[in-house]
């Protein structure tokens, strides 16, 4: 009780039924449990506690609650914003990382990237301060899962789910796209599902770190302020790497955030990446080199639409892919399943679960579903509508017309010749 009292975790309100807690028992365990259970502290916070603990609870406005998430820059903590109540995301720069000038720079540039963007896609960053030389990043908290927990423990998803969320991650990528900006490290850890959508039914996918991002710039430049970094330093997972980024982490633009947003959809299909298996520079060369398995050596039920979509995306040739991530968008809309449901868990956030509609051919189309969400009648929020994509042609087609438009000035040549013969040109 005294360790508690010199933290600042509780009002004066709740010190008061921390006490009363504690007169039903002598066991510092024991009164641990009892706060939990009353939900007057975290299973974290009891733990730091009894461990000794009376500092760092606090971060500016923000108590941490617990620790969600740890990447290369540093930790990720679930907190809740003294004043508002409000939960959020809060990402913290790793201390031996915030004495050095290029990890403060990185973390300054991660901040204004984050600021610039709004869009239901994409995590809210709210706050950036720094504390006791503790740099911090305030981020929305999403309630669910990422795509990376969510395939190890229930398996590969169904089809039309996982083009679904796909499409949606597209649709965040080509907003921030339109604002300049390349995510560096698209992977399936990296995209959030929100178990409570609050645009409708479905679920709700939010692209989190943007702090690897990179301006289209030819160099990185914010606000004319230029960034430096390392050449020899790789930035990006290799499961999910493009082939452009193996060769050189510089050479990165929207057309690499589709080759790892391919693999990402490629993993949700199948369980797996692209290439499991061996050392880091091993998955970078096969990335160069090499095809995945086929998808329908590995799953039988996926339309060959779908293949297809994946094997475009997935192109060695950045020319090859779709050349922005609305392209992808578009593609996945007649193969994305809008009537998938997020459930919120009985009380285990380990054990998020989610149904699907056995049927989705079902469904309305696009526009009478928005008709009918529009009058009140169904509850489903389908794909935006956007314009129908201009249809390629294929290879043959090219050939022929390249062929008649030659035959055609051949022929004029000639005509033009006869007419000089005669003097009549």
């Not at 609870?57 to 679930?78: A, D, S, T």
């Not at 901040?111 to 740099?135: C, F, S």
């Not at 990422?146 to 969320?165: I, W």
């Given at each position: 009780m005294r360790r508690l009292r010199r933290s600042g975790l509780l009002t004066p309100e709740q010190m008061q039924h921390a006490y009363e807690a504690a007169a039903e028992t002598a066991d510092g365990r024991q009164l641990g449990k009892l706060l939990v259970e009353r939900r007057i502290l975290t299973r974290f916070q009891v733990r730091m506690l009894?461990?000794?603990?009376?500092?760092?609870?606090?971060?500016?406005?923000?108590k941490i609650l617990e620790p969600i998430g740890q990447g290369g820059m540093g930790r990720v903590f679930k907190a809740e914003?003294?004043?508002?109540?409000?939960?959020v995301a809060i990402k913290v720069l790793a201390s031996d990382l915030v004495q050095t000038e290029r990890a403060r720079q990185l973390f300054e540039r991660e901040v204004k990237l984050a600021a610039r963007l709004q869009h239901p896609n994409i995590v809210t960053a709210y706050d950036a301060d720094h504390v006791g030389g503790r740099y911090f990043l305030v981020l929305e908290y999403v309630e669910g899962p990422d795509l990376q927990s969510l395939v190890q423990r229930d398996g590969p998803l169904p089809v039309g789910v996982a083009c679904e969320l796909i499409r949606q991650a597209a649709l965040g990528l080509q907003y921030a796209h339109e604002r300049g900006m390349v995510h560096r490290d698209i992977k399936p850890s990296n995209l959030l599902v929100q178990r409570n959508n609050p645009l409708g039914a479905g679920p709700l996918l939010k692209i989190l770190d943007f702090g690897l991002a990179r301006l289209h710039a030819s160099e990185s430049e914010i606000d004319g302020e230029s960034v430096p970094f390392d050449r020899r330093t790789v930035i990006g997972t290799p499961d999910y790497l493009s082939p452009e980024q193996a060769r050189d982490w510089h050479e990165v633009y929207i057309r690499s955030g589709l080759y790892s947003l391919g693999c990402t959809l490629y993993f949700l299909l199948t369980g797996q990446p692209p290439f499991p298996g061996g050392q880091a520079?091993?998955?970078?060369?096969?990335?160069?080199?090499?095809r995945p398995a086929p998808l329908t050596q590995l799953r039988k039920d996926v339309p060959l639409a779908v293949v297809e979509i994946v094997e475009t995306m997935m192109a060695k040739n950045p020319l090859e892919r779709y050349q922005?991530?609305?392209?992808?968008a578009l593609a996945l809309a007649p193969h994305a399943v809008p009537s998938t449901t997020f459930l919120g868990s009985s009380g285990d956030?380990?054990?998020?679960?989610?149904?699907?509609?056995?049927d989705s051919s079902t469904w309305p189309s696009q526009r009478s579903a928005l008709t009918a969400v529009a009058a009140g009648s169904v509850s489903v929020l389908p794909p935006?509508?956007?314009p129908e994509p201009k249809p390629r042609r294929s290879w043959s087609q090219k050939v022929t017309l390249a062929v008649g438009l030659l035959l055609g000035f051949v022929a004029g040549m000639g005509f033009l010749g006869v007419l000089k013969l005669f003097g009549l040109f």
């Amino acid at each position: 009780m005294r360790r508690l009292r010199r933290s600042g975790l509780l009002t004066p309100e709740q010190m008061q039924h921390a006490y009363e807690a504690a007169a039903e028992t002598a066991d510092g365990r024991q009164l641990g449990k009892l706060l939990v259970e009353r939900r007057i502290l975290t299973r974290f916070q009891v733990r730091m506690l009894l461990a000794g603990r009376t500092e760092g609870f606090l971060l500016g406005q923000y108590k941490i609650l617990e620790p969600i998430g740890q990447g290369g820059m540093g930790r990720v903590f679930k907190a809740e914003h003294t004043g508002m109540g409000r939960l959020v995301a809060i990402k913290v720069l790793a201390s031996d990382l915030v004495q050095t000038e290029r990890a403060r720079q990185l973390f300054e540039r991660e901040v204004k990237l984050a600021a610039r963007l709004q869009h239901p896609n994409i995590v809210t960053a709210y706050d950036a301060d720094h504390v006791g030389g503790r740099y911090f990043l305030v981020l929305e908290y999403v309630e669910g899962p990422d795509l990376q927990s969510l395939v190890q423990r229930d398996g590969p998803l169904p089809v039309g789910v996982a083009c679904e969320l796909i499409r949606q991650a597209a649709l965040g990528l080509q907003y921030a796209h339109e604002r300049g900006m390349v995510h560096r490290d698209i992977k399936p850890s990296n995209l959030l599902v929100q178990r409570n959508n609050p645009l409708g039914a479905g679920p709700l996918l939010k692209i989190l770190d943007f702090g690897l991002a990179r301006l289209h710039a030819s160099e990185s430049e914010i606000d004319g302020e230029s960034v430096p970094f390392d050449r020899r330093t790789v930035i990006g997972t290799p499961d999910y790497l493009s082939p452009e980024q193996a060769r050189d982490w510089h050479e990165v633009y929207i057309r690499s955030g589709l080759y790892s947003l391919g693999c990402t959809l490629y993993f949700l299909l199948t369980g797996q990446p692209p290439f499991p298996g061996g050392q880091a520079l091993e998955k970078l060369v096969r990335h160069l080199t090499e095809r995945p398995a086929p998808l329908t050596q590995l799953r039988k039920d996926v339309p060959l639409a779908v293949v297809e979509i994946v094997e475009t995306m997935m192109a060695k040739n950045p020319l090859e892919r779709y050349q922005v991530p609305l392209d992808a968008a578009l593609a996945l809309a007649p193969h994305a399943v809008p009537s998938t449901t997020f459930l919120g868990s009985s009380g285990d956030s380990d054990h998020d679960t989610f149904t699907v509609m056995a049927d989705s051919s079902t469904w309305p189309s696009q526009r009478s579903a928005l008709t009918a969400v529009a009058a009140g009648s169904v509850s489903v929020l389908p794909p935006p509508i956007v314009p129908e994509p201009k249809p390629r042609r294929s290879w043959s087609q090219k050939v022929t017309l390249a062929v008649g438009l030659l035959l055609g000035f051949v022929a004029g040549m000639g005509f033009l010749g006869v007419l000089k013969l005669f003097g009549l040109f």
